[in-house]
């Protein structure tokens, strides 16, 4: 006697029959239609489990490399005295536990920052560094001041300089001897100038100003009190007060 899978099922002669279910497992031998899940494993493995379609899940660990990111400024402070920030001096500086060394330029003024590039704090994955941000401060000179690239000083001079003019010697900041020439009726606050004896900065070279500060005795004597009468005497009345 003939016997049937247990699978199949036979249709009465007049009614069509049914499409045939196979429940043999796909990897047997004459097995029924492949399984769609294993066709997409061969293309993304996982992938293919978690419902991603042909494999979108393929390289789901990968992560997008570090950006460089340049390091952070860092502020620092230095003092100078007058003369070198009149002339320009080399500094020891240090920063991160490592010394290094940089010019500080002729001309700078108290209060000035100075940019020192790449002497910030490190950069991160590969990034440049950052810049150092220098605040110079500069000790006050009891004879000498700057403005702009001219040095500026007080110049005394007597009553008979002022009137008469004529030249007066004196020092510049370098102790060198210098020479004001002195216009006849000069008066306090009036300034003259030794060209070329100023802050040298690149291709500008400033002058030293003299401001005419005229000097009286502090305990003239007779001679002295009668000669200033009969100056004024013979200057008439030329001051407006």
Do not use: C
């Not at 031998?29 to 294993?38: A, E, T, V, W, Y």
């Amino acid at each position: 006697m003939t016997r049937f899978a247990s699978s199949a099922w036979v249709a009465p002669a007049s009614q069509e029959a049914p499409a045939q279910v196979d429940s043999t497992p796909a990897d047997s031998p004459g097995g029924g239609q492949p399984n769609l899940n294993d066709i997409f494993s061969m293309f993304g493995g996982a992938g293919a489990q978690s419902g991603a379609p042909y494999g979108g899940g393929y390289g789901a660990g990968y992560e997008e490399p570090a950006q460089p990111e340049r390091g952070e400024d860092r502020n620092s402070k230095i003092t100078l005295t007058f003369r070198q920030a009149v002339k320009g001096v080399t500094v020891s500086l240090s920063a991160d536990g490592r010394k290094f060394k940089t010019h500080i330029p002729s001309g700078v003024k108290d209060g000035q920052k100075i940019r020192l590039g790449g002497k910030g704090k490190p950069g991160r994955n590969g990034g440049a560094p950052g810049d150092m941000y220098l605040q110079i401060s500069v000790t006050e000179d009891p004879r000498f001041s700057m403005r702009g690239h001219d040095l500026v000083m007080n110049l005394p001079v007597t009553v008979g300089e002022a009137v008469a003019g004529g030249k007066v010697e004196t020092t510049d900041i370098d102790g060198n001897t210098v020479s004001f020439k002195i216009p006849a009726g000069s008066s306090s606050g009036a300034e003259v100038k030794v060209a070329g004896h100023g802050v040298h900065s690149g291709n500008q070279t400033g002058d030293l100003i003299g401001r005419v500060e005229i000097h009286v005795p502090a305990k003239p004597n007779m001679s002295a009190k009668h000669a200033a009468k009969k100056f004024d005497e013979a200057a008439g009345a030329y001051l407006q007060r």
